[in-house]
């Protein structure tokens, strides 16, 4: 098991780069197999999820080749291979097979995907969005098993804006017979890069942005070069880094236009952010201000994903904070590890944290357990006295390239073991 060992209390200073989107990268690399000839993915991020989903398009005999920061993919000669069960229970985003699958192949037999256990995170959607398009579902052995003699168009409203189930109806709708009205869709910004890419190579999705979107089926997709978008999840953790060390940091390339509500909430709790032409500049306050209430809201709303980061930074903020989670039911994992901390905070039923600021969390030995939390929890290792060691790091290396260099850059003591 990996661990990085952070020694505190230094102000960040200088500029990082921020890595492509995560979010934005696996939808898109799953519609490579809907696209005939080459594409070519500039700035993919080099994380284990991307590693997993190129492990798993090797396995159906495409070709994936990294070639400097860009990916060249092609899919034209994927056979029926199985999908590696490995890569397939590791993460949730291999779920976009699915789509992709039904798409391409008619057919799909695969384990139930797996990812962050940050909630129960049901397929339901998923499911009932391909049946409408006449795809037929059976569980045999504890595998999924998905048919369908072509995918049909039809008009869904989607009970809840799911990210991942509008990005499988986008998937399935490309290669279905007439066209698919998908309505109460996600706006995140992920799902308008995959349309953007689609649309690119060929395909025809109309509303893109908005919770309506129409899809022409059938059209003949070809291959392209695309510039994977930088990852907002990963601005905004330096951002709050940046924040909890008082320091001054340019983030290179940081979505400014989709990082509204985050900047806003940082601004709110002190920190200057000014946009510039190269990116998002943040000058940290000497100690932030817990803002009253937050709650986690779709896009464009506070991003779930950066819950964690938010609350480290209200632990060794002023005042008191409460903050309310509505989009997973189990991401307050890293409660118990900052109480070790030494951070004020607890449980107000099982969606609701209170934090009450202290000045300075103490260095420990603690356990990253998902993604997002664990880089948290480097973040409350940069502000903590003394040495932080932060096990089960596999998890951060999920959806960071390197967050060790990228702070080692700005001046941070920290170390991977
Ligand atoms: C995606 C992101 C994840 C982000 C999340 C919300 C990827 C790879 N992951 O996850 O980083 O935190 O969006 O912005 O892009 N739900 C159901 N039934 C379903 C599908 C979802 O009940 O069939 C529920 C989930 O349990 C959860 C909520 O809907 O409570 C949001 O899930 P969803 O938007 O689907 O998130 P993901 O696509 O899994």
């Known amino acids: 098991m990996g661990s990085i060992l952070v020694n505190g209390c230094i102000p960040l200073q200088g500029k990082v780069r921020i890595q492509g989107s995560k979010n934005a990268a696996l939808p898109i690399l799953a519609a490579c197999l809907l696209v005939e000839g080459d594409v070519w993915l500039e700035n993919c991020p080099k994380i284990a999820d991307v590693y997993r989903m190129i492990r798993i398009l090797r396995s159906l005999g495409c070709m994936a080749v990294w070639e400097g920061r860009g990916l060249h993919i092609n899919t034209n000669r994927m056979n029926c291979g199985e999908l590696p069960a490995e890569a397939v229970t590791g993460m949730r985003s291999s779920l976009f097979l699915l789509g992709a699958l039904i798409g391409r192949n008619r057919e799909v037999f695969m384990e139930y995907p797996g990812g962050c256990v940050i909630g129960k995170r049901p397929i339901d959607i998923h499911l009932d969005a391909l049946s409408r398009m006449g795809v037929v579902f059976e569980e045999k052995d504890g595998m999924l098993h998905a048919r369908t003699s072509q995918p049909e168009g039809c008009e869904y409203l989607l009970p809840f804006p799911s990210v991942g189930a509008t990005e499988n109806m986008i998937l399935a709708a490309v290669m279905a017979r007439g066209v698919t009205i998908v309505r109460g869709a996600a706006r995140e910004p992920e799902v308008v890069s995959l349309c953007e ?67 806003r909430v940082a601004e709110s709790m002190g920190a200057e952010c000014q946009e510039t032409r190269e990116g998002l500049f943040v000058q940290g306050p000497g100690r932030p201000v817990c803002p009253e209430r937050i709650s986690t809201q779709v896009y464009p709303g506070f991003p779930t994903d950066l819950q964690s980061m938010l609350l480290v930074c209200c632990c060794v903020a002023e005042g008191e904070s409460r903050i309310w989670e509505t989009i997973f039911e189990n991401r307050f994992r890293i409660v118990e590890p900052l109480q070790q901390m030494g951070a004020n905070l607890w449980m107000e039923g099982t969606q609701t944290v209170c934090v009450k600021g202290v000045e300075r969390l103490a260095g420990q030995t603690v356990e990253a357990r998902e993604l997002r939390g664990g880089a948290a929890l480097v973040l409350a290792g940069l502000t903590a006295y003394g040495d932080t060691r932060i096990t089960g790091t596999e998890f951060i290396d999920r959806g960071y390239e390197n967050i060790c260099r990228d702070l080692r850059e700005l001046g941070a003591r920290i170390t991977s073991v």
């Open 197 to 263: 890419f689609l649309n690119a190579c060929g395909a025809d999705i109309e509303g893109v942005g908005t919770d309506e979107l129409r899809i022409e089926g059938g059209l003949p997709l070809s291959g392209i070069v695309f510039r994977i978008p930088p990852d907002r999840i990963v601005a905004g953790t330096y951002l709050f880094a940046t924040m909890i060390t008082a320091g001054s940091v340019l983030l290179e390339q940081a979505p400014v236009k989709h990082m509204e509500e985050v900047i």
